[in-house]
């Protein structure tokens, strides 16, 4: 099973339309959680951090549910914009005093005009 | 504006030849950086964490000796890659954090470097 998991798409959807990608995890004992964004053959750029509670900025909200060990970020009012791969980014422990970020694949966004 | 500055963005070189790429933090200092990998339609992979004064420490199946990690200053890590084979062309990332050693706050990325093995 991999580490981070993520549906890789595409997600073809409509100019206004709500999105929502879903990521799981496997080590129970991670600690943070993030959603970057990466443009084609572009560095990944940081969207937003998810927090236990769930946390919302603009269009974009975040949600984590440690039990079931998963993320998910929905986006509403889709833009055109918003084209890019959605990276879910877990930091895991790995031995000792070590953290590690682990990227998922990605899950390719494609809003259609 | 770009925290994390890395060059070249693009070098084609080849086979048997050594490549170096530059990772710079520009208005902070990093005493760790950390060095990616991503082939197409793959996810970033950790390769090493470079970390200032000391030798880098290497991912599993990461080879030491053909990636070559310097990081001799505060502001600059750089990632050589010797002998370069077809193999390795990818896309190379660097990042760092301003939070210190722990990987737990945002990451700053750089551009990346496109890397292409004839």
């Known amino acids: 099973r991999k580490e981070v998991e993520q549906d890789p798409g595409p997600f073809n959807v409509p100019e206004g339309a709500t999105v929502a990608f879903n990521c799981t995890y496997s080590?129970?004992?991670?600690?943070?959680f993030f959603w970057y964004r990466q443009d084609c053959r572009k560095e990944p750029k940081l969207l937003m951090s998810?927090?236990?509670s769930g946390n919302e900025d603009g269009r974009f909200t975040a949600q984590l549910n440690r039990a079931s060990q998963y993320i998910s970020l929905l986006i509403r009012d889709s833009k055109l914009s918003d084209s890019a791969t959605y990276l879910c980014?877990?930091?895991?422990?790995?031995?000792?005093?070590?953290?590690?970020?682990?990227f998922g694949t990605g899950t390719l966004l494609a809003v259609q005009p | 504006g770009a925290v994390v500055s890395q060059h070249p963005s693009w070098v084609i070189c080849k086979s048997g030849t050594s490549v170096k790429i530059e990772c710079r933090s520009l208005d902070f200092q990093a005493t760790t950086m950390f060095w990616y990998r991503q082939f197409p339609k793959q996810s970033l992979m950790l390769m090493a964490t470079?970390?200032?004064?000391?030798?880098?420490?290497?991912e599993q199946g990461v080879e030491k000796d053909k990636f070559l990690i310097n990081h001799a200053s505060l502001t600059l890590s750089t990632l050589t890659v010797t002998s370069a084979h077809p193999e390795d062309s990818s896309f190379y990332i660097c990042s760092a954090s301003r939070g210190g050693r722990r990987a737990t706050r945002e990451l700053f990325f750089g551009e990346g470097s496109r890397l292409t093995v004839l």
């Open positions: 470079s970390n200032e004064g000391s030798k880098a420490t290497y």
């Open positions: 980014v877990v930091n895991m422990p790995y031995g000792g005093a070590t953290n590690k970020l682990i």
């Open positions: 080590n129970s004992a991670s600690q943070s």
């Open positions: 998810v927090y236990s």
